[in-house]
């Protein structure tokens, strides 16, 4: 029926005192004088009586000695009781209460006619009415800006979690509940239970939980039918680059069952420009494009959304992308005429190219180029490496192509600006073939399947920089800073690399991404940093603000735009393939299920009542007195 523990167990050895009064009562007896009388019938009856109640009173003495020597050991202990009657909100004893309310985007998903977020907060409102004045509570959030994170006493203030919104971006759980640990401690209550409020999804944990934590699901869904749209791009149209680009993404269809008649749309500069139907088929992930035919040069923005009900946040992927329909192009070398692969490339790329020997280099003129390209320069002279060095210097993104007959002198120029070692120049009858692209990089995330395809006459080099392309091992396009450097020889008719239609496209890639600053990519993932040129920055709901930094950490997916360039931030969508959690084997955590409340504060340790004790301890010690103030008087 009742519970009894002690928080302090390790003195209950103590407890051994209480033979100590029982030891000095044996041992530090008085014995009374003898004296002799005449006749002593009398004095021996009164004796007799005397004797019997002083030992009463001494066994009354020592029995409340004794009380009091156990019952300060005890209350040293901190004994706490627990009983069936303490389950009334009203009598649990105080509590350090931590109550995490999942907010990350999959409590979006609408279950009947309420979110998951909106079952979390009801559940978190019915706890505020069980959790009593002399409780000490923390209320928390997954996303970084936590709801709270002082300790309130008594309620929470029913706004604060009503005011809990989504969060694009969240903390780890395990750093989340460590953080309610140790901010329970800081209450001293000896009673300290978590619980988070959430949908299931899996969450990596703590190894160690001190705290009990209990899991309140706000509904049994398992399979849910949730689409969502990613992986937005730009693709050139190279054959037909006069016609249209394409914007091509994936539709992920994240159910058991397949989806029929999915709408999905293309924004584009404000407005809704194309809409199609497609079916998918249950776990496919779906590749679409939409064709769009641009005549205004400059920055463009918008999104593709599908139509998903069930879960709305990952509807969207956002995309931006500059356009110049004919980018003024430099190509800086010393040879009378560039090799035909670079002809036919930049021909397709724009009808403005301009060839520039080493006595026609200017650094103002220079930096009105939307592309520089350097190849074939015999040698290195001081007036040219100042100038490009300039150019580095204030980010003008250059392609440096390396050819066999590089000088020495450009060898270290390229070794200093891209953090490499030149070794020797691998001429090959067999070719390497390609083992590494990039995918998630602008210059090469559209080379599909390229394994096959080989390379030789190219140099050797070990390199820190941003690899784009490897064959067997060895870097042979590498990106730094912005700027890029192609270590194979275009004018080599025996690349097999050059005669493959994955070349085109990785030149045509690498150009327009080295064109107007396009190198910052402008496709980022929430969490990302924008980096700023002026204090000025627009959110997308069009409110603008301003930073003493130089730089913004955006929080919610949308388009943002600076004075001179515009950033789409997308989701990391880890939370859109929901996974959810079972049995979750970890001391001190328990998934509680539709009954929590039989399970909310129950007292895991109960009330303490070491307070008691002590009173009960002067009690006696006040009795002892009177006794023996009694007996003195008389």
Avoid at 151 to 160: D, M, N, S, V
Avoid at 287 to 304: A, K, M
């Amino acid at each position: 029926m009742f519970g009894l523990s002690f928080l302090n167990s390790g003195i209950l050895f103590l407890t051994s005192a209480i033979i100590i009064p029982i030891l000095i009562y044996l041992f530090a007896k008085k014995k009374p004088r003898r004296i002799i009388f005449s006749s002593i019938r009398f004095i021996k009856e009164s004796q007799q009586k005397q004797r019997r109640k002083i030992n009463i009173k001494n066994l009354l003495l020592l029995f409340i000695r004794m009380l009091i020597i156990l019952f300060i050991i005890l209350a040293i202990s901190r004994p706490a009781i627990k009983a069936p009657i303490l389950k009334s909100s009203k009598l649990h004893p105080k509590t350090g209460i931590a109550v995490i309310v999942d907010n990350s985007y999959s409590m979006n998903y609408l279950v009947d006619t309420q979110t998951e977020l909106e079952k979390a907060k009801s559940i978190a409102q019915k706890m505020n009415t069980i959790i009593s004045e002399n409780d000490q509570v923390l209320l928390l959030t997954l996303d970084e800006n936590r709801i709270k994170t002082n300790i309130l006493y008594g309620k929470i203030p029913a706004a604060l979690i009503e005011e809990i919104k989504l969060a694009a971006r969240i903390s780890p759980l395990e750093d989340v509940l460590l953080f309610a640990q140790e901010k329970l401690k800081e209450t001293h209550l000896p009673n300290k239970e978590i619980y988070f409020i959430t949908d299931l999804q899996e969450y990596p944990l703590p190894k160690k939980l001190d705290i009990p934590v209990f899991f309140i699901p706000t509904s049994n869904i398992i399979d849910r039918n949730n689409i969502s749209c990613q992986n937005a791009l730009t693709v050139n149209e190279i054959v037909k680059k006069d016609l249209e680009k394409k914007i091509t993404f994936e539709l992920v269809n994240y159910s058991t069952r397949s989806q029929q008649d999915v709408i999905f749309k293309l924004f584009l500069d404000g407005n809704t420009v194309a809409e199609k139907v497609t079916d998918l088929l249950r776990g496919q992930r779906k590749t679409e494009n939409f064709s769009i035919d641009l005549q205004q040069p400059g920055w463009h923005s918008g999104y593709v959304e599908v139509k998903n009900e069930r879960q709305t946040f990952d509807n969207r992927n956002y995309f931006c992308f500059h356009f110049n329909p004919d980018p003024i192009v430099a190509v800086i070398t010393d040879l009378p005429q560039i090799p035909l692969v670079m002809e036919t490339l930049l021909e397709l790329y724009s009808n403005n190219i301009k060839i520039i020997n080493s006595d026609n280099i200017n650094l103002e003129s220079l930096k009105q180029y939307d592309n520089i390209i350097v190849y074939g320069k015999s040698e290195l002279s001081g007036r040219v490496e100042f100038i490009l060095e300039n150019l580095l210097e204030s980010n003008k993104q250059i392609l440096f192509i390396a050819d066999k007959d590089i000088s020495k002198n450009w060898q270290n120029f390229l070794e200093r600006n891209f953090e490499m070692d030149f070794k020797e120049f691998l001429h090959r009858k067999t070719s390497y073939n390609i083992s590494f692209a990039n995918k998630y990089h602008p210059i090469t995330n559209l080379l599909k399947s390229v394994e096959s395809i080989g390379f030789n006459d190219f140099w050797s080099v070990s390199t820190n920089s941003g690899i784009l392309i490897e064959a067997h091992g060895f870097p042979v396009a590498v990106e730094q800073n912005g700027s890029s450097l192609w270590l194979f020889d275009i004018s080599s008719l025996q690349n097999p690399f050059l005669l493959d239609p994955a070349f085109p496209v990785f030149a045509y890639n690498t150009l327009n991404f080295l064109s107007d600053g396009n190198s910052e990519s402008s496709s980022l993932i929430i969490g990302n940093r924008i980096k700023l040129t002026s204090p000025e920055i627009q959110l997308p709901d069009g409110n603008n603000i301003n930073l003493s930094r130089n730089y913004y950490v955006p929080a919610d997916p949308g388009i943002y735009r600076t004075v001179d360039r515009i950033y789409a931030l997308n989701l990391d969508y880890s939370e859109s393939d929901f996974k959810r959690s079972s049995k979750l084997k970890l001391k001190n955590l328990e998934i509680l299920d539709e009954n929590w409340t039989d399970d909310f504060l129950q007292s895991r340790y109960g009330f303490e009542i070491w307070k008691y004790l002590l009173i009960f301890v002067l009690i006696l010690f006040i009795l002892e007195m009177l006794i023996v103030k009694k007996e003195e008087n008389k």
